[in-house]
């Protein structure tokens, strides 16, 4: 039961003039993506941002907070180097934060993200250092579930 101190009418009008929790992502936001480019911005040179070829592999987002990336990116003549992260993200706006553990220990990577739901696209930019770098990836959903009738 929430009590207020001040008179009835001036405890209505704070409550509706107090912001509510900010909306979450769509249900649709809740899918799984598949990359489709990986550009990284280095502020700490004059060279262009540079836009990393054969990027492949699936993002899955669940509503319960959950996530499993696998990524792999082509490194030069090596071959592709493939990326495996499980873990628990989180958004707040336009913030996204993923909680994962890999081998140094528990980690976290911090970012902006912009979803469009017309095109099922989600942009992620995920904080690099030093301050000021980052490296922005770009996927689009599957196809939304059949709708059942």
Do not use: W
């Not at 970012?111 to 770098?133: E, K, Q, S």
């Amino acid at each position: 039961m929430f009590l207020c101190p001040l008179p009835y009418p001036r405890c209505l009008l704070a409550a509706l003039l107090l912001p509510g929790p900010a909306p979450g992502p769509p249900a649709a936001f809740f899918a799984t993506y598949r990359y489709t480019a990986y550009t990284v911005y280095d502020h700490t040179t004059d060279a262009p941002p540079t836009r990393v070829p054969g990027v492949g592999g699936t993002l899955a987002l669940r509503p319960d907070g959950t996530y499993d990336k696998r990524l792999s990116l082509l490194m030069g003549d090596s071959g592709p180097r493939l990326f495996a992260q499980h873990g628990r993200f989180a958004t707040q706006g336009d913030s996204i934060r993923f909680l994962f553990t890999d081998a140094k220990g528990p980690d976290v990577q911090r970012g902006t993200y912009r979803y469009d739901a017309r095109t099922r696209r989600l942009t992620i930019a995920i904080a690099g250092y030093p301050p000021g770098n980052r490296g922005v990836y770009e996927l689009v959903a599957g196809a939304p579930p059949a709708r059942r009738k």
